[in-house]
Nanobody, 124 residues
Framework: QVQLVESGGGLVQTGGSLRLSCAAS????????MGWYRQPPGQERELVAG???????PYADSVKGRFTIARQDGSNVATLNMNDLKAEDSGVYFC??????????????????WGQGTQVTVDW
């Protein structure tokens, strides 16, 4: 059974930083894709960032230049460094995984695994 466990959410002021981590267990994701989705209050879940072994790292336009996703080669741990946080970054952040080498990153219906979510609140 695959489990994705997030950590690192919390409350931060505008302009601050947070680091999220996700540890996958039960299956080796070293060759597959991992990433982060988020769900702002009253909105649908959206891709924040993704990473795959080939080095491809798609980002939502709203976070480019501020967020960085990383995963050590062969590791089942993905991190998301979030800088210059804004109020609109608030929401529940979900670690996600795909059982595939070819990923339609922005289609949440094609995500194979979801973590339980961690709350990020940016207080302005």
């Amino acid at each position: 059974q695959v489990q994705l466990v997030e950590s690192g959410g919390g409350l931060v002021q505008t302009g601050g930083s947070l680091r999220l981590s996700c540890a996958a267990s039960g299956r080796t994701f070293s060759s597959y894709a991992m990433g982060w989705y988020r769900q702002p209050p009253g909105q649908e879940r959206e891709l924040v960032a993704g990473v795959i072994q080939t080095g491809l790292t798609p980002y939502a336009d709203s976070v480019k230049g501020r967020f960085t996703i990383a995963r050590q080669d062969g590791s089942n741990v993905a991190t998301l460094n979030m800088n210059d946080l804004k109020a609109e970054d608030s929401g529940v952040y979900f670690c996600v995984g795909w059982r595939s080498y070819v990923v339609n990153w922005r289609d949440r219906n094609e995500v194979d695994y979801w973590g339980q979510g961690t709350q990020v609140t940016v207080d302005w």
